[in-house]
């Protein structure tokens, strides 16, 4: 019996090009429908402004990560890191990301990729942000989830609903610098055994987006030594 010959890339790109069509089409009809009563569309503005994006974002082919995770993680620092430049803002404190930031990745501005921060969920008084969080990542084309160790509870079960809403996600170990090369191994192992059947084991990295300073010591011309700091670069 011949084979049934597989799809080649340009019946590939040909399909994905009618799936978008045919999706920019739906929201223009969803969001133009003009039988929709002034009073429902107004009590629905936030889903509408959040169609609306996604049909500017099909239009503009633009694409859209998104860094979630528990506050204090280091998300912002991982952006920062990304594009080379202090685009977001770090702080020590915890909400320091009261809303969703965006900026354009400029290493890839012709492609149109936007990285988008958010709210740490599992912060103290944050239910309003990390309920923004959460709808930036439901939208989003890849989810960064950001964590800092073995994952918690909580961490765990944002996880799973990522994963349930179809959000491709990439599981992110960030501050790995403060791990040694052992505790590194056991810890992605724990990770990896954790998130089974939610995040492939190849999709799950370490990062140190800010590692701590070095300390170096040099003898000076008298031969006295001279301590200094030299800040270590993202890993």
């Known amino acids: 019996m011949p084979r ?11 399909e994905e090009d009618r799936d978008n069509t045919l999706a920019r089409e739906s929201l223009k009809q969803l969001l133009e429908d003009q039988r929709v009563p002034d009073a429902i569309r107004h009590s629905l503005k936030n889903e509408y402004a959040r169609l609306q994006d996604m049909l500017n974002r099909l239009e503009n082919q633009h694409l859209h990560i998104v860094v979630f995770g528990r506050v204090s993680a280091g998300k912002s620092s991982l952006l920062n890191a990304l594009t080379g430049k202090e685009l977001f803002s770090v702080s020590v404190l915890h909400g320091e990301t009261t809303v969703p930031e965006r900026t354009r990745w400029e290493e890839h501005a012709s492609d149109g990729v936007f990285l988008v921060d958010t709210p740490g969920i599992n912060e103290a008084w944050g239910e309003k942000r990390e309920q923004l969080a ?8 890849l989810v960064i989830f950001v964590a800092d160790g073995d994952l918690t509870e909580i961490e765990m079960r944002a996880l799973r609903d990522l994963v349930t809403s179809g959000r491709p996600v990439l599981l992110v170990i960030n501050k790995s610098d403060l791990y040694t090369p052992s505790q590194r191994a056991d810890l992605m192992a724990a990770v990896t055994s954790r998130t089974a059947g939610l995040v492939d084991a190849r999709n799950i990295l370490f990062s140190a987006a800010s590692p701590g300073s070095q300390t170096v010591i040099t003898l000076d011309a008298e031969g006295n030594e001279v301590e200094t700091q030299r800040q270590r670069p993202p890993d």
């Open 134 to 141: 959460i709808e930036a990542s439901e939208t989003a084309d």
């Open 4 to 14: 049934t010959p597989k799809p080649g890339k340009q019946e590939n790109r040909l």
